[in-house]
Each structure stands twice: as C-alpha cells, then as structure tokens.
C-alpha cells in the first residue's frame, strides 16, 4: 500500500518537517514492513509560464515545431518585482497558443529519469527550458500535448512553483499489508495505525461525510448457491449522479495523489471512484445509467455465460461466479471487475454508483478462477468494512458533483450489510503467558480500546468481554487479541531470551549421521549442490529410478513411473524426480556453460516414490480450504503423501589433478566415483560390497553396484546383500547430449537405507603391538569372474590372520592364456599376541588360494 504524506496528513496529524523515513519507522513499530519510499524525482526551477507567442515553422524532416516566446519569473519572482524574463523555447505539441499558462522546466531543473534539463540548440535556435507534458513530469501518459493549466482550472500566478501547484512535492511511502489487515489497504486505515504509533490525533474520513438517504432503484440479492452457507452479497448501496461532464480534467491535486498511490489516471468518473477507494478501502463502480436495462441482480453466474470485461477478454464464466446482471444478462464480475457494455465514456451524463459487500472467499476464488486481480478483488478478499460502504457512495457523489458538474439524485438504493460484532472472552491472565512479557491489566484494557474495540469486564476475574470494530474481521481469538496487545503497547517489551532445550533432546541418530555424511564428503572435495525436484519425462527414462539398478537380464529398462504434478511450475518438468542424477547433470551442464569444466559435485535430497492402489489421493479429493477438514480427512492426506526416502549422489567432471610442472593431468575416472560413494558409505560405518552392475544411465562395463551386509536375524542366518546404489561413468552419448566435455562419473546411494542397516555400534579392530607379515598372492581365474568376488573368497578363506587385503593388478597378456587373467593381491597378517612366522602367514594365504580353487577355479600362476 502506497500512501502520500499530504493524503495521510488529511486524517493523522503530522509533525512538521516530518520525514517519509520517520512515518516508515512509525509505522514499522505497529507492525508494518516498510518496503520503498515513492517520489516524482522532480527538481530545480519548475515554474509556471504564459506563451506570448508559438510560431509554427515546418522543417525538412517533415516535423512540424512552434517556436514560443515564453514569459516566466524566477520562483517567488513576479514580474511586478522585476522578476519577469522571456525565453525562447521549441516545442513539437500544437494543443496551446499565446497568452495560455503551461509548466515550464528552466535550465538546471531534472525531470524523472534523470532528464536534466538545459539550454540547447535544436532546430536551428537555441532553446532556454522546456515546455513539459504530463507524461515528461510522471503525472500520466499523455504526451502528444502539453500541460495546459487553464484547461485544468487553474489561473496561478507567472513565476508559481509548478511542483508545489501540480502536487510534485509530494511524497508516498510504501508499506507491505498482510493479508489479516484488509482495512490498512486504505489511507484511512494507515491513518489510523499511524495514531496508533505515535498517538496523533486522529479524524475518520468516513465520518465527516454526511449521507443523504436514496430509495426507488430496484436490487436484488439472489444468491442461490452460498458458498460455505454464505450468501455472496449481503449489501448493496447504490446512488446516482445526472448532468456530469465526464470529459472535464481530473483535478492536478488528485491526479498526483493517484499516481503516488500506484493508480494510472485515466478518467474523472473512474479517478474519483478509485481516490475514493484507496481513501476508505471500499471498492466502488460506475456504470453508465443510460446503458443499464432494468434494474440490478446479484446472482450466480448461469452454466456457459459469458461477459465480456473492460479488460476486453471474453470470459466463459463459472457457475460459482458472482455476476452482477440487469436484464440484458451478466454486466460484472461482482468485486472483480466490471463489464464493457456498461462502462463510463466521454459521453456519460448520468451515472449509477455502486457500493457493495461481497463475500472474501467467493470473490478471491472469482478472481484466482480468471487469473483477474485487481484493486477492488485485492481488498474483498481481504474483508472490508462493511459499515463503510454508504459513507463511500456519499463521498464519491459529492466529488462528482464538485469536481464533475453533477447534480445529486434521490434515486439508489440502500441495502446495508448486517453486520454481526464478534464478541471475545479475553483472560486477562493469558496474555503476559502467550507473549512472554508483562503487560499490566490496564494497558491491556487501553491497548484494545485503542484500536476501536469495546471493552467491558467480564463476569470472572480478570476477564475483558471485547467486541471488535466492523473494520478489523481478522479479531475473532484471545489470540488475536492478545496479539494487537503486543503491538499497540510495543514490540520491545518483548524480552529477548535465548530458550533452554529440553534436557535429553538433540539429533536423532539418522541427522546425525546424515550430517556426518555431508561434512565428511565435502571434505572430501566434493562442493554440495541443490536442484529442483522437477523433472521431465526425457531425464525419468533416461536416468530411471537412481540407486536401485534394474534387472541385469532386462532387455529393454522398462518406463519409470513418477508422481505428476497437477500445476507444475514448468510444463516442461511436470514430474517429481526419482533419482538425483538429473539435477546435478543440469548443474553441472549450466557450469560448464559459464566455463567451470572441472567438477566434483554432490547433493544430499529426498526423491519421490510413485502411489499405488488406494494410497493415491487425487486433487479432486483435497478439502476446501475454507474449513478445517475431518480428522479422516487428515488421515486420508497423511496417508497419500508419497515415500521420500533421502538420497546422496554426485557428480565429477574434468580433471581430478590439474596439469603442472612434472606432472600430468588426470581425468576424474569411474574409480573415483567409487572412492566418493565408499566415502559417504564409510562415514556412516556402512561398508560397501562392491560388483559388476548395470544402469540405464551408466557405461556397461563401467558400472558397479553397491550393496551392503543386511544384519543377521534372529536365527543366526546372514540376511544376505541388499542393493543401496551404483557408481561408474555416464553413457558417452548422456554426457554428450548435456554438451558435457569428456567423460563424466557419477554416484547415488539410498542413504536412509544404508544408515538402517550401519550397525548401531560399529566395530572398531584391535591394535596390535606386534609386527605384520606382508605376502603376495596372484591367481590365475577365467576373465569373466569379478575380482572383488576373487578377493571375498580369498579373504574368508584366509581366515582371522589375515587383517588386510587388496588388488594392485588385473594382468592379461603374454604368458597367460586367452580367456584367463592374472589377479595380483597384496595381504598382510598380523596377530595380536605374537609375532606371526612366515609359514603361519603363507599357511593362511594358502588357505585363501584353496578357497579361491574350489569357488572359481583359480590357480597361483607359474
């Protein structure tokens, strides 16, 4: 809400010299963001001129120019004073001659845009100022001619300030409302806040107008289909004003406040209706009587309807939309926006004035239906005092009459909205509990009167029976009046105190570890990322479910199924994901356009699991949002809400090691993809069972998949491996499609499912004081068997002497026949009560070559 100083000062008293930075900080203390401050960033010598002479003079570019001779007076100057100066001026509008009064911009003046002004030679004279438009001083968009003043009733002197004449001095600042404040989108409602802040006194606009009594227009209220039980319209004022001009000028005082105030000027009728709007906050319409057939219905809109709007969109109404209807049909979408074939024109004479009180929730669903906001649906739906709407038909009557050249009808109507006080039972005793500071009874009492309540002792102790003004509908709990407690007495009172936690609280074991997770992999090198959970049909097929890898004998990966969104943000990504993997590809592939090639990416997220059967809960079946739903119902939403077990996955690209003097650059392979995902495995004290996998998204032959040791159950029996992810190069030809350089590796882990199965207590190994025994082993096996499954056997077989094991070759070549291949293995024992001899060592790793024989055929090569 946007509200000139001079507006506000009409009904608040203001301190002289006061600041839009000092009513901001006012108004910041009764709760009230402060947002900008609003000017017309006019300054330097804008003065009032007469033209004593325009001379037409048409030019090789077809343009046709006056040259003026202008008389103007330095401001506070006249010419009786010796002030008077004429200068030459070229001006290219041609709606002015001599002895008219216009505003004229000297040199040294800057207009808005930072447009300074000065002496200049343009169509061979020298032009000393300039003769300004509305649109050049931000008064509106009219520029094909400049600002006459006669034209606009005014007769100043030679010399006035034009800025203080035109009301360009002013200043508007800017406020957020919250949607519970309906009646501060209006400046008799910051009027009133302001009082509230700083205790100024206060002068309700609404009742100085006196309204003059109006009967014989015929309305009807026929609402057939209420919504929640509440009629749509419960008020209707009407009033109606003959003889206008409506082509006469909008005043300059008005047209400046409206502009301050974020509203376009336009035309009388529709200038006056909206001052008088952002004046009192009631929306009002005009429509032209002579268009009118009959009198006016307020219904529901009928199945197919149509109405065509100012906006001249043809609009295919709904039948929960209120329309207001004469006999001809619809003419208005009711509190939204009005109808084109009954609008105000230039030709207007007579006009029938609307004030009305329609219901928030059918005008805010109206308006979100046909994608329409507007001034009026913005405070509808956000309730408006419904006491004010005779005061606001009055109020802009008198205006048509003053400034229009109107007369005042007896005709109207005046259908006033009941209106039922909401009485609270306030404790006195809660309010120093809920807010936490100490609040004495009386100023508790005061506080709530301040803001126009009625106040009156209850029948319990310390009890207050408080009903609320017709302008504040958002008071209807303790809380709420509790609340304005807090802010009329003062937010500072609030003490400032750090809460203690309860005692045995903290993380669960889960954050725990995910945050162990986290810092170990960033630690690592690894940068963390988030992306946006929407996804497209193209990225679910291409990169399928995430960890858990398809069917190695599957043919052809079958369609991955997703939760679609019923209003995406982008069509393009209707679907939540189901792997991580798309978000860090279109990371890295937007880095990689800004020229950052080398990446080590990861990313900590849930993914969506698809419903099935009667666990899916359609948008058809989501309750209103006007009522609080069932205890079922709620049961029903919980029950709905898709698994989302949290992920890890990353993403590296480029070089690992870059290029340096004596040594080579390395490119990130699908070993380091391995080492990431054992990294986060390992924070977690999960251990990763490593194997040949494959993956829709990943290199065949370059994937491996993840597993670990499900805990043995209650028989004693081993549970088995459980697949948690995958790791390995993307297909050349997704990296290529993302335009990524070279070769990409990546990983995903289900990581809520490998820290259910990490150990409670993880397993630390004993120290040993003794020394180790080092031994290596290379066996002979058939190329297809997998080497992590050669070292598995070798290390069970090894038995508890052996403390240490891993590859350091995979030979294939001269002396080892075709179809085989040379494993070597590097072993090390070690006991914890000896020094292990050399034979015990090569005995065990013996016993590790048999288990290797019997599961694989393996032999030590020759």
């Given at each position: ?244 001009d409506a082509t006469r000028p909008t005043p300059a005082w008005m047209v400046a406040r409206l502009q301050l ?409 699908w070993a380091d993809a391995l080492d990431a995902a054992r990294e986060v495995a390992q924070s977690v004290s ?59 590796v990546a990983f995903e882990l289900n990581l809520e499912r490998i820290i259910e199965l990490a150990p409670r ?102």
């Open positions: 809400m946007r509200v000139p100083l001079s507006w506000l000062g009409e009904f608040a008293t203001l301190p002289e010299g006061v600041t839009p930075e000092q009513v901001h900080a006012d108004l910041v203390r009764v709760g009230f963001e402060e947002e900008s401050i609003r000017r017309f960033d006019v300054t330097g010598p804008v003065v009032v001129g007469e033209v004593i002479s325009a001379e037409p003079e048409e030019h090789s570019n077809g343009k046709t120019i006056n040259w003026c001779q202008v008389r103007v007076a330095a401001p506070g100057a006249l010419a009786a004073d010796g002030g008077e100066d004429v200068r030459g001026i070229v001006c290219g509008a041609h709606n002015f001659g001599p002895g008219d009064k216009v505003v004229v911009s000297l040199p040294g003046a800057v207009l808005p845009g930072g447009f300074e002004i000065s002496a200049r030679k343009t169509y061979g004279h020298v032009s000393d100022g300039m003769i300004a438009s509305a649109r050049e001083l931000s008064l509106g968009d009219e520029h094909d001619g400049i600002i006459v003043l006669g034209a606009l009733g005014l007769d100043p002197e030679i010399g006035t300030d034009a800025k203080a004449l035109l009301g360009l001095s002013d200043t508007a600042v800017e406020i957020n409302v919250t949607p519970d404040r309906g009646y501060a989108f209006s400046v008799r409602g910051v009027a009133r806040e302001y009082s509230h802040s700083t205790g100024a006194a206060f002068a309700d606009p609404a009742r100085a107008v006196t309204v003059t009594p109006a009967s014989g227009f015929p309305v009807a209220l026929a609402d057939e289909a209420p919504i929640r039980g509440r009629d749509g319209a419960t008020g209707f004022i009407t009033r109606v004003v003959r003889g206008i105030a974020g509203v376009r000027a336009l035309s009388l009728p529709v200038d006056i209706s909206n001052y008088v709007m952002m004046e009192l906050g009631q929306p009002l319409h005009s429509y032209d009587l002579a268009k009118l057939t009959g009198g006016i219905t307020v219904r529901r809109a009928a199945a197919g309807e149509t109405l065509l709007t100012l906006d001249e969109q043809e609009r295919t109404l709904h039948a929960e939309d209120l329309v207001i209807a004469d006999e001809s049909g619809a003419i208005g979408l009711a509190g939204v926006m009005g109808g084109e074939s009954t609008k105000t024109t230039d030709d207007t004479t007579d006009i029938l004035i609307e004030a009305a009180t329609f219901d928030p929730v059918s005008i805010a669903r109206t308006s979100r239906r046909h994608k329409l906001p507007s001034e009026a649906s913005k405070r509808f739906e956000r309730g408006v005092d419904p006491l004010v709407a005779a005061a606001a038909a009055q109020r802009m009557v008198d205006l048509l009459v003053s400034l229009a050249g109107g007369t005042a009808d007896t005709l109207g109507s005046d259908i006033v909205a009941p209106w039922e006080p909401v009485t609270v039972m306030l404790p006195l005793a809660r309010v120093n509990g809920l807010m936490g500071a100490d609040y004495t009874d009386e100023e508790s009492r005061a506080a709530l009167e301040t803001i126009g309540c009625t106040v009156a002792d209850g029948a319990a102790d310390r009890e207050l029976v408080v009903t609320a003004p017709s302008w504040r509908s958002d008071l209807t709990r303790p809380a709420d009046l509790i609340e304005e407690i807090a802010r009329i007495v003062g937010y500072d009172r609030i003490p400032s105190v750090l809460p203690v936690a309860p005692a045995g609280r903290g993380l669960t074991r889960e954050q725990r570890l995910r945050r162990r997770a986290a810092n170990t992999i960033t630690a690592a090198g690894l940068n963390e990322v988030q992306s946006y959970p929407f996804v497209s049909r193209a990225q679910l097929e291409a990169f399928g479910a995430g960890a858990e890898a398809p069917a190695a004998d599957a043919a052809e990966p079958a369609a991955v199924d997703a939760i679609r969104l019923a209003n995406p943000l982008d069509g393009q990504t209707p679907f939540l994901r189901r792997s991580l993997l798309p978000g860090l590809v279109t990371a890295a592939q937007r880095s990689v356009s800004r020229g950052i090639t080398d990446l080590a990416l990861v990313e900590f997220g849930s993914v969506f699991e698809p419903m099935t059967g009667d666990a899916e809960l359609g948008t058809e079946t989501v309750p209103p949002l006007g009522e609080r739903p069932s205890e079922e119902t709620l049961a029903a939403l919980n029950a709905s809400i898709p698994a989302q077990p949290r992920r890890a996955a990353g993403l590296l690209l480029g070089d690992v090691i870059a290029k340096q003097p004596g040594e080579a650059a390395r490119e990130y392979d999960a251990e990763l069972v490593v194997t040949q996998g494959t993956h829709r998204a990943f290199h065949p032959g370059r994937t491996a998949e993840l597993a670990v040791r499900v805990t043995r159950d209650a028989d004693g029996e081993d549970g088995g491996l459980e697949v948690v992810g995958v790791a390995g190069e993307l297909l050349p030809e997704l990296v290529a499609a993302h335009h990524l350089p070279g070769r990409a207590v993880p397993e630390t190994a004993q120290l040993s004081t003794y020394p180790a025994a080092t031994q290596d082993l290379t066996l002979v096996v058939a190329v297809d068997v997998p080497a992590g499954d050669v070292l598995a056997v070798v290390t069970a077989g090894a038995g508890e002497l052996l403390e240490e094991a891993h590859i350091v070759d995979d030979y294939r070549g001269q002396g080892v026949e075709e179809g085989q291949k040379a494993l070597t293995f590097a072993l090390l024992f070690r006991a914890n009560d000896r020094t292990l001899k050399a034979e015990e060592a090569s005995e065990a790793k013996l016993a590790g070559v048999a288990a290797a024989e019997m599961a694989f055929g393996a032999h030590l090569r020759d």
